[in-house]
Protein backbone atom coordinates (compact mmCIF):
# COMPACT_ATOMS: atom_id res chain seq x y z
CA UNK A 1 0.00 0.00 0.00
CA UNK A 2 1.41 3.42 -1.05
CA UNK A 3 1.81 6.30 1.48
CA UNK A 4 -1.55 8.12 -0.15
CA UNK A 5 -3.46 5.04 0.13
CA UNK A 6 -2.82 4.65 3.77
CA UNK A 7 -3.48 8.11 4.36
CA UNK A 8 -6.54 7.59 2.77
CA UNK A 9 -7.46 4.59 4.84
CA UNK A 10 -6.24 6.10 8.01
CA UNK A 11 -8.34 9.09 7.49
CA UNK A 12 -11.46 6.89 6.59
CA UNK A 13 -11.17 5.48 9.73
CA UNK A 14 -10.90 8.57 12.09
CA UNK A 15 -13.97 9.71 10.31
CA UNK A 16 -15.59 6.34 10.94
CA UNK A 17 -14.21 6.07 15.14
CA UNK A 18 -14.70 9.82 15.35
CA UNK A 19 -17.35 11.25 12.71
CA UNK A 20 -20.46 10.75 15.20
CA UNK A 21 -18.80 12.67 18.55
CA UNK A 22 -17.31 14.95 15.76
CA UNK A 23 -20.35 15.77 14.44
CA UNK A 24 -22.38 15.87 18.00
CA UNK A 25 -19.45 18.75 19.05
CA UNK A 26 -20.43 20.87 15.75
CA UNK A 27 -23.74 20.72 16.42
CA UNK A 28 -23.32 21.71 19.88
CA UNK A 29 -21.55 24.94 18.58
CA UNK A 30 -23.21 25.55 15.37
CA UNK A 31 -27.19 24.59 16.36
CA UNK A 32 -27.76 23.40 12.90
CA UNK A 33 -27.46 19.80 11.66
CA UNK A 34 -26.49 20.90 8.05
CA UNK A 35 -23.83 23.42 9.23
CA UNK A 36 -22.27 21.01 11.52
CA UNK A 37 -22.62 18.21 8.81
CA UNK A 38 -20.81 20.64 6.25
CA UNK A 39 -18.50 21.60 8.71
CA UNK A 40 -17.07 18.02 9.69
CA UNK A 41 -17.03 17.27 6.08
CA UNK A 42 -15.12 20.34 5.29
CA UNK A 43 -12.59 19.21 7.67
CA UNK A 44 -11.90 15.50 6.17
CA UNK A 45 -11.67 16.83 2.70
CA UNK A 46 -9.31 18.90 3.65
CA UNK A 47 -6.94 16.46 5.33
CA UNK A 48 -7.75 13.61 2.11
CA UNK A 49 -6.57 16.68 -0.22
CA UNK A 50 -3.22 17.56 1.95
CA UNK A 51 -3.11 13.57 2.58
CA UNK A 52 -1.53 13.38 6.15
CA UNK A 53 -2.40 13.30 9.52
CA UNK A 54 1.36 12.53 10.29
CA UNK A 55 2.13 16.55 12.21
CA UNK A 56 -1.00 16.22 14.33
CA UNK A 57 0.53 14.28 17.50
CA UNK A 58 -3.07 13.91 18.82
CA UNK A 59 -5.52 13.33 16.15
CA UNK A 60 -8.49 12.81 17.84
CA UNK A 61 -8.18 16.51 19.34
CA UNK A 62 -6.98 17.84 16.54
CA UNK A 63 -9.72 16.77 14.64
CA UNK A 64 -12.17 18.29 17.25
CA UNK A 65 -10.06 21.73 16.90
CA UNK A 66 -10.30 21.00 12.74
CA UNK A 67 -14.27 21.16 12.96
CA UNK A 68 -14.60 23.99 16.45
CA UNK A 69 -12.41 26.18 13.86
CA UNK A 70 -14.39 25.70 10.67
CA UNK A 71 -17.92 25.88 12.63
CA UNK A 72 -16.42 29.21 14.06
CA UNK A 73 -15.55 30.58 10.54
CA UNK A 74 -18.63 29.73 9.41
CA UNK A 75 -20.34 31.08 11.76
CA UNK A 76 -18.32 34.30 12.15
CA UNK A 77 -18.80 34.66 7.80
CA UNK A 78 -22.68 34.52 7.98
CA UNK A 79 -22.15 36.60 11.39
CA UNK A 80 -25.07 34.65 13.18
CA UNK A 81 -25.66 31.53 14.99
CA UNK A 82 -28.31 29.41 13.95
CA UNK A 83 -30.92 28.31 16.27
CA UNK A 84 -31.67 24.75 17.44
CA UNK A 85 -33.14 23.11 14.54
CA UNK A 86 -35.53 19.93 15.57
CA UNK A 87 -33.33 17.01 13.89
CA UNK A 88 -32.41 14.22 16.20
CA UNK A 89 -28.93 14.70 17.91
CA UNK A 90 -28.48 10.52 19.19
CA UNK A 91 -29.46 7.43 18.87
CA UNK A 92 -31.59 7.27 22.36
CA UNK A 93 -31.78 4.07 24.09
CA UNK A 94 -34.77 1.85 24.33
CA UNK A 95 -35.98 4.48 22.00
CA UNK A 96 -36.44 6.99 24.19
CA UNK A 97 -37.11 9.88 22.30
CA UNK A 98 -38.40 11.73 24.71
CA UNK A 99 -35.29 11.42 26.59
CA UNK A 100 -33.52 12.30 23.10
CA UNK A 101 -35.27 15.44 23.01
CA UNK A 102 -35.25 16.57 26.70
CA UNK A 103 -31.43 16.29 26.21
CA UNK A 104 -30.97 17.79 23.34
CA UNK A 105 -32.36 20.78 25.20
CA UNK A 106 -30.58 20.39 27.92
CA UNK A 107 -26.90 21.10 26.31
CA UNK A 108 -28.90 23.86 23.90
CA UNK A 109 -29.49 25.29 27.37
CA UNK A 110 -26.53 25.04 28.18
CA UNK A 111 -23.92 28.50 28.00
CA UNK A 112 -21.62 27.57 24.89
CA UNK A 113 -18.38 27.31 26.65
CA UNK A 114 -19.90 24.62 29.40
CA UNK A 115 -21.87 23.04 26.19
CA UNK A 116 -18.18 22.19 24.48
CA UNK A 117 -16.89 21.39 27.73
CA UNK A 118 -19.48 18.89 28.34
CA UNK A 119 -19.86 17.51 24.72
CA UNK A 120 -15.80 16.62 24.29
CA UNK A 121 -15.90 15.16 27.47
CA UNK A 122 -18.56 12.88 27.73
CA UNK A 123 -18.84 12.06 23.97
CA UNK A 124 -15.92 12.74 22.56
CA UNK A 125 -14.31 11.49 25.40
CA UNK A 126 -10.95 14.30 25.86
CA UNK A 127 -9.31 14.35 29.23
CA UNK A 128 -9.62 17.83 30.39
CA UNK A 129 -5.93 18.99 29.65
CA UNK A 130 -6.94 17.88 25.85
CA UNK A 131 -9.96 20.07 26.62
CA UNK A 132 -7.82 22.60 28.26
CA UNK A 133 -5.34 22.83 25.06
CA UNK A 134 -8.58 22.90 22.58
CA UNK A 135 -10.04 25.70 23.87
CA UNK A 136 -7.33 27.83 25.46
CA UNK A 137 -8.09 26.99 28.87
CA UNK A 138 -6.21 25.52 31.20
CA UNK A 139 -7.62 21.98 32.67
CA UNK A 140 -9.01 23.17 35.96
CA UNK A 141 -10.87 25.44 34.00
CA UNK A 142 -12.08 22.89 31.63
CA UNK A 143 -12.67 20.61 34.61
CA UNK A 144 -14.71 23.38 36.41
CA UNK A 145 -16.91 23.73 33.54
CA UNK A 146 -17.99 20.62 33.36
CA UNK A 147 -19.12 19.91 36.69
CA UNK A 148 -20.95 23.27 36.34
CA UNK A 149 -22.78 21.79 32.73
CA UNK A 150 -23.20 18.02 34.57
CA UNK A 151 -25.10 19.89 37.82
CA UNK A 152 -27.41 21.81 34.87
CA UNK A 153 -27.91 19.17 33.15
CA UNK A 154 -29.24 17.21 35.56
CA UNK A 155 -31.18 19.97 37.00
CA UNK A 156 -32.72 19.65 33.93
CA UNK A 157 -32.95 16.36 32.94
CA UNK A 158 -33.63 14.27 35.84
CA UNK A 159 -37.21 15.72 36.96
CA UNK A 160 -38.40 14.30 33.67
CA UNK A 161 -35.94 11.58 34.37
CA UNK A 162 -37.68 10.40 37.79
CA UNK A 163 -41.01 11.16 36.75
CA UNK A 164 -40.13 8.44 33.40
CA UNK A 165 -38.61 5.64 35.98
CA UNK A 166 -41.42 5.96 38.26
CA UNK A 167 -43.54 5.28 35.63
CA UNK A 168 -41.92 2.41 34.40
CA UNK B 1 -12.99 11.32 45.71
CA UNK B 2 -15.23 10.94 42.21
CA UNK B 3 -19.02 12.21 42.84
CA UNK B 4 -21.38 8.55 42.27
CA UNK B 5 -24.05 10.84 41.19
CA UNK B 6 -21.74 12.56 38.82
CA UNK B 7 -20.75 9.10 37.42
CA UNK B 8 -23.86 7.54 37.17
CA UNK B 9 -25.12 10.47 35.28
CA UNK B 10 -22.34 10.39 33.61
CA UNK B 11 -23.22 6.86 32.34
CA UNK B 12 -26.71 7.54 31.42
CA UNK B 13 -25.62 10.31 29.25
CA UNK B 14 -23.63 7.72 27.11
CA UNK B 15 -26.08 5.59 26.46
CA UNK B 16 -27.63 8.31 23.97
CA UNK B 17 -24.78 7.86 21.31
CA UNK B 18 -24.30 10.42 18.95
CA UNK B 19 -25.38 10.44 15.43
CA UNK B 20 -22.86 9.28 13.03
CA UNK B 21 -22.78 11.78 9.92
CA UNK B 22 -23.42 10.93 6.63
CA UNK B 23 -20.30 9.06 4.71
CA UNK B 24 -17.87 10.86 2.81
CA UNK B 25 -18.76 10.57 -0.85
CA UNK B 26 -16.47 8.00 -2.74
CA UNK B 27 -16.05 9.73 -5.76
CA UNK B 28 -14.65 12.87 -3.71
CA UNK B 29 -12.39 10.84 -1.52
CA UNK B 30 -10.88 9.52 -5.04
CA UNK B 31 -10.78 12.79 -6.70
CA UNK B 32 -7.41 13.64 -6.64
CA UNK B 33 -6.14 10.57 -8.03
CA UNK B 34 -9.16 10.24 -10.77
CA UNK B 35 -7.65 13.38 -11.13
CA UNK B 36 -4.43 12.73 -12.27
CA UNK B 37 -5.48 9.99 -14.00
CA UNK B 38 -8.07 12.21 -16.30
CA UNK B 39 -5.28 14.67 -16.66
CA UNK B 40 -2.90 11.91 -18.18
CA UNK B 41 -4.97 9.98 -20.30
CA UNK B 42 -6.26 14.08 -21.38
CA UNK B 43 -2.50 14.97 -22.29
CA UNK B 44 -2.03 11.44 -23.67
CA UNK B 45 -5.04 11.63 -26.07
CA UNK B 46 -4.44 15.29 -27.15
CA UNK B 47 -0.84 14.54 -27.84
CA UNK B 48 -1.85 11.57 -30.28
CA UNK B 49 -4.46 13.87 -31.75
CA UNK B 50 -1.83 16.46 -32.37
CA UNK B 51 0.42 14.03 -33.68
CA UNK B 52 -1.63 12.95 -35.85
CA UNK B 53 -3.49 15.74 -37.42
CA UNK B 54 0.33 17.26 -37.95
CA UNK B 55 1.37 14.12 -39.71
CA UNK B 56 -1.64 14.08 -41.79
CA UNK B 57 -1.24 17.74 -42.47
CA UNK B 58 2.69 16.93 -43.94
CA UNK B 59 1.41 14.00 -45.53
CA UNK B 60 -0.87 15.59 -47.64
CA UNK B 61 1.27 19.12 -48.15
CA UNK B 62 3.99 16.51 -49.50
CA UNK B 63 1.66 14.67 -51.95
CA UNK B 64 0.23 17.92 -53.09
CA UNK B 65 3.66 19.70 -53.28
CA UNK B 66 4.98 16.45 -55.73
CA UNK B 67 1.87 16.58 -57.81
CA UNK B 68 2.51 19.62 -58.52
CA UNK B 69 6.00 18.83 -59.76
CA UNK B 70 4.88 16.09 -61.38
CA UNK B 71 2.48 18.23 -63.41
CA UNK B 72 5.34 20.93 -63.74
CA UNK B 73 7.94 18.18 -65.20
CA UNK B 74 4.96 16.24 -67.20
CA UNK B 75 4.08 18.77 -68.88
CA UNK B 76 6.75 18.56 -72.15
CA UNK B 77 6.29 14.94 -72.43
CA UNK B 78 2.71 15.72 -73.04
CA UNK B 79 3.55 16.29 -77.04
CA UNK B 80 3.36 13.24 -78.72
CA UNK B 81 6.60 11.78 -79.63
CA UNK B 82 7.08 11.59 -83.84
CA UNK B 83 8.35 8.44 -85.11
CA UNK B 84 9.32 8.52 -88.88
CA UNK B 85 6.50 6.38 -89.87
CA UNK B 86 4.23 8.48 -88.32
CA UNK B 87 5.83 11.54 -89.98
CA UNK B 88 6.00 9.91 -92.98
CA UNK B 89 1.99 8.69 -92.62
CA UNK B 90 1.93 12.65 -92.13
CA UNK B 91 3.33 13.52 -95.41
CA UNK B 92 1.62 10.85 -97.56
CA UNK B 93 -1.96 12.41 -96.27
CA UNK B 94 -1.15 15.85 -96.43
CA UNK B 95 -2.20 18.09 -99.00
CA UNK B 96 1.45 20.20 -98.15
CA UNK B 97 4.52 20.40 -96.68
CA UNK B 98 3.32 23.15 -95.26
CA UNK B 99 0.57 21.68 -93.47
CA UNK B 100 2.40 18.93 -92.10
CA UNK B 101 4.64 21.29 -90.41
CA UNK B 102 1.39 23.33 -88.91
CA UNK B 103 -0.04 20.02 -87.92
CA UNK B 104 2.93 19.02 -85.99
CA UNK B 105 3.30 22.38 -84.65
CA UNK B 106 0.15 23.40 -83.43
CA UNK B 107 -1.76 19.55 -82.77
CA UNK B 108 -5.51 19.74 -82.82
CA UNK B 109 -6.87 20.00 -78.99
CA UNK B 110 -9.03 17.37 -78.09
CA UNK B 111 -12.64 19.66 -76.98
CA UNK B 112 -13.62 16.44 -75.16
CA UNK B 113 -13.16 16.84 -71.17
CA UNK B 114 -13.72 13.70 -69.45
CA UNK B 115 -16.24 12.82 -66.96
CA UNK B 116 -14.94 14.53 -64.22
CA UNK B 117 -13.84 17.95 -65.49
CA UNK B 118 -16.21 20.02 -67.17
CA UNK B 119 -15.29 22.98 -69.40
CA UNK B 120 -16.34 26.30 -67.64
CA UNK B 121 -16.44 28.15 -70.88
CA UNK B 122 -19.33 25.38 -71.99
CA UNK B 123 -20.78 26.01 -68.40
CA UNK B 124 -20.96 29.86 -68.82
CA UNK B 125 -21.85 29.19 -72.20
CA UNK B 126 -25.36 27.08 -71.04
CA UNK B 127 -25.83 29.26 -68.06
CA UNK B 128 -26.16 32.48 -70.69
CA UNK B 129 -28.88 30.03 -72.90
CA UNK B 130 -30.92 29.40 -69.44
CA UNK B 131 -30.69 33.33 -69.27
Given at each position: MDPMQESVAEIDSLYREHGPALLLFALAIAGERSQAQDAVHHVFLRLLEKG???????KKAYLFGCVRNAILNECKRQDRQSP?????WFDPPDQDHAGEQNLRRAIAALPDDQRQVVVLHV????TFSQIGDLLGVSSNTAASRYRYALGKLRDLMLPRENSCAESR | MPNLDDERFEKYLKQFRPLAPDGLPAEIRRAPRRHSALAIWAVGATAIVIIGVASLWIVNDRITHQSNHSASVNLPTRTPSLTMREANELLVKAPSYKAVMNELAFPPKSSTTSNDKQSALAMLSEEKTKL
Open positions: DLRRASDLDDSAWGEL | -
